[in-house]
């Protein structure tokens, strides 16, 4: 009962650490003639979407995938099981393939990892201030700018709102 447990637990730490590392292999890509068949995730294959196929990923991970031999790299969702050939770790869509630059060869080695999606920091906008542009003419009148104008009514709008409430 206890070497059971161990033996499970071991396959899963394998199994988990071997998803998190980067991917070596051979990319085939699907034949347009498979556009608009179901994938094993329930969505239609385009040929113009950037999808793949892959053994392990849950459906729905971003993978990047690299082509060594010439640098290019394309950003793809799961959305099929596959490629069930020997020797290759995924299976692309055209443009995904075109994307990286296979098309002419039909089989190529690619480097694939789980793409980690990033937070673009931002500053909020109580922080963030517009800077005035002075308008005036030679002669000293000054003039407003339409979206100017538009800025402050919307202002005026959204504080007659708040009074309401």
């Known amino acids: 009962?206890?070497?059971?447990?161990?033996?499970?637990?071991?396959?899963l730490l394998i199994s988990f650490t071997t998803l998190a590392q980067p991917e070596?292999?051979?990319?085939?890509?699907?034949?347009?003639?498979?556009?608009?068949?179901?994938?094993?995730?329930?969505?239609r294959l385009h040929h113009d979407s950037l999808t793949c196929a892959h053994r392990t990923y849950p459906f729905g991970t971003m993978l990047l995938v690299t082509n060594p031999a010439n640098g290019k790299q394309v950003i793809v969702k799961v959305t099929d099981r596959g490629p069930y050939v020997r020797g290759r770790v995924i299976d692309l869509?055209?443009?995904?393939?075109?994307?990286?630059?296979?098309?002419?060869?039909?089989i190529a080695p690619v480097i694939v990892?789980?793409?980690?999606?990033?937070?673009?920091?931002y500053k909020p906008a109580e922080f963030f201030s517009q800077?005035?542009?002075?308008?005036?003419?030679?002669?000293?009148?000054?003039?407003k700018p339409i979206w100017v104008e538009l800025n402050e009514q919307m202002k005026k709008k959204h504080q007659e709102e708040k009074k309401k409430r």
Request: no cysteine; proline share 3%.
């Open 24 to 43: 070596s292999g051979k990319a085939s890509f699907y034949s347009k003639s498979f556009s608009g068949r179901k994938t094993a995730s329930g969505e």
């Open 1 to 11: 009962m206890i070497r059971r447990l161990y033996i499970t637990i071991l396959t």
């Open 113 to 121: 990892e789980k793409y980690e999606e990033s937070v673009i920091p």
């Open 93 to 106: 869509s055209v443009r995904a393939a075109q994307e990286l630059g296979i098309i002419a060869q039909g």
């Open 131 to 143: 800077p005035e542009l002075d308008m005036s003419t030679n002669d000293g009148s000054a003039a």
